[in-house]
């Protein structure tokens, strides 16, 4: 419950009791289903349990709505593979909080940064001391969200000044404040139509574009797959973005 507050203009948010332990509980298995991709086993568990718990009949049409929803992405997986990046906040305190965490270079929006960065990185030993194949200056710790604890060798995040880089529909909030873009180096080849890219473009400059795009440019190799994108703490939360705001 004390936790609940902070949560503030997480989707959902407001269709939660926060005076009911019930639905606080439910709320925290709600954001943590988002945090899965759709649809997973971890995914519908969450969501079952929010189910279980919620006191509220408020409470509970938001989590059958997310289940509906999550439905929905079984029907659509089955007719097309359909591939979103998770656009994610980080909390004040969220690493010191998290059970597992994942250590990652950090480059500039410089190609031969990218190329550079260390691509092994492991972590070893019974106190966990992660080892790169060679020294490296910039480095982020992030909790170990499934998008980032799935990654393997080739693991990277590239810091940018404003989100300009990415494809947004509307004009938001995308000139005021930094975000890092984390990236898979081992998987450079255009795939997916709806999957995001990391890409230096002649003319353009370093962005994320989505495949289709890029398919349709020409463009066969880039500089790694986009698997997560990650806005900076602040006191006051605003929505996350929508699947509707990608271009």
């Given amino acids: 419950m004390k936790d609940y507050p902070s949560r503030r203009g997480d989707k959902g948010w ?5 005076t009911l332990p019930g639905d606080c509980l439910a709320f925290m298995y709600y954001r943590q289903s988002r945090e899965h991709q759709n649809p997973s086993d971890k995914r519908s568990s969450a969501l079952e349990q929010a189910l279980r718990v919620a006191e509220t ?7 059958l709505e997310e289940i509906k929803g999550e439905k929905q992405g079984e029907k659509a997986e089955e007719e097309e593979i359909v591939t979103r990046v998770p ?17 990652l270079p950090v ?33 982020v710790v ?11 060798d ?17 004009n938001r909030w995308y000139k005021e404040e930094p975000i890092l873009v984390v990236a898979d180096r081992s998987k450079r080849e255009v795939g ?31 500089l790694g797959n986009v698997v997560l994108v990650v806005r900076p703490p602040k006191e006051e939360y605003d929505d996350q973005l929508s699947d509707d705001d990608w271009e």
Avoid: H
Avoid at 14 to 18: G, L, T
Avoid at 107 to 114: F, G, L, S, T
Avoid at 142 to 150: A, F, K, N, S
């Fill in 14 to 18: 407001e269709r939660f009791n926060y």
């Fill in 57 to 63: 009949e408020e409470a509970r049409q938001a989590v």
């Fill in 87 to 103: 656009v994610v906040r980080l909390r004040i305190g969220e690493v010191a909080e998290a059970s597992s965490v994942v250590v």
């Fill in 107 to 139: 480059c500039k929006a410089e190609e031969r940064e990218i190329l550079e960065a260390p691509f092994e990185c492991r972590s070893k030993g019974e106190f966990g001391v992660v080892m790169a194949e060679k020294g490296w200056g910039r480095w």
């Fill in 142 to 152: 992030l909790p170990g969200w499934e998008p980032v604890v799935g990654l393997g």
């Fill in 154 to 170: 080739g693991g990277v995040v590239v810091s940018f000044a404003d989100a300009r880089v990415l494809p947004w529909k509307a």
């Fill in 192 to 222: 997916a139509d709806d999957a995001f890219y990391l890409v230096n473009l002649e003319g353009q400059g370093f962005k994320v574009e989505r495949g289709l795009a890029l398919k349709e440019g020409g463009v066969t190799l880039t």
